[in-house]
């Protein structure tokens, strides 16, 4: 066995057992709702959806947050993690239709979109939130610009594992782990952090840009410690074989 295959086993054991405790699963589902709200928030009241409307999308979207809880227990396997026990593209198309349905087809598409800037809208977030806290809030107007800079720079310089572009997240999940492929991950995300600086500059007071490239450095350094981690679970982390 490898130290890969104690996490899996372990991991998933832990998860199966939360599952299957109705208090725990409670404890989840409340904070998987609370999560929701931090990501689609901003969305729903975008939408300008009634009251009902707004209730049914956050039950479909906790339920299908659940659902992908749930079989994430079964990625942890004896030796290491599964990962095409992700969410299969079938599964992906029907939790699509099921917000379609909420939505109906416009709203639907205004949905998607949004979907698209997740990333840079939760980076947002943060960074407004560190303003905040060091007396340089962020104005409206800027924090509208970032967000298509943000976008557009992503566009012109795609990402090497793009979670959001591959509906089957599975494999392209699994392909991280091969030779070089998370180095490369990480030297795009530093390219694409200086180019959204660079573009920042006219935006952005010295101050504000100063406290926005340390966010940035800390989430890479996060970031190159959770690929760590994560090859070191997979089995493939260069030490011992998986089984």
């Known amino acids: 066995g490898s130290p890969g295959g104690m996490f899996g086993k372990g991991m998933g054991a832990m998860l199966s057992k939360m599952m299957k405790d109705p208090s725990m699963k409670e404890v989840l589902r409340a904070q998987q709702k609370l999560a929701l709200k931090k990501m689609y928030g901003p969305l729903i009241a975008d939408l300008k959806l009634p009251a009902e409307q707004q209730q049914k999308l956050t039950d479909v979207l ?11 227990q079964e990625m942890f396997k004896e030796d290491g993690v599964d990962m095409s ?5 079938d599964t992906v198309k029907a939790n699509e239709a099921a917000i379609q349905e909420v939505l109906g087809p416009e709203k639907f598409e ?20 560190q ?5 340089h ?20 310089y795609p990402p090497v594992f793009d979670a959001n572009a591959n ?3 599975g494999k392209n999940f699994a392909t991280m782990f091969e030779d070089g492929a998370m180095e490369r991950q990480m030297e795009w995300q530093a390219e694409l952090n200086r180019r959204v600086q660079e573009r920042l ?43």
């Open 62 to 72: 906790l339920d299908q947050q659940m659902q992908t809880l749930e079989r994430s």
């Open 85 to 89: 026990k992700m969410a299969s593209i």
């Open 110 to 129: 205004e949905f998607q979109e949004y979907k698209k800037t997740m990333t840079e809208r939760m980076q947002l977030g943060q960074i407004k939130e």
């Open 131 to 135: 303003l905040q806290e060091t007396g």
């Open 137 to 156: 809030p962020l104005r409206d107007e800027q924090a509208k610009q970032m967000l298509v800079l943000m976008k557009e720079e992503r566009e012109r």
């Open 167 to 169: 509906a089957d997240g």
């Open 201 to 243: 500059v006219p935006v952005l007071s010295p101050e504000q840009l100063k406290a926005y490239a340390d966010l940035q450095e800390q989430q890479l350094s996060m970031q190159k410690f959770g690929m760590k981690m994560a090859r070191e679970m997979s089995g493939k982390g260069g030490g011992l074989p998986a089984g």
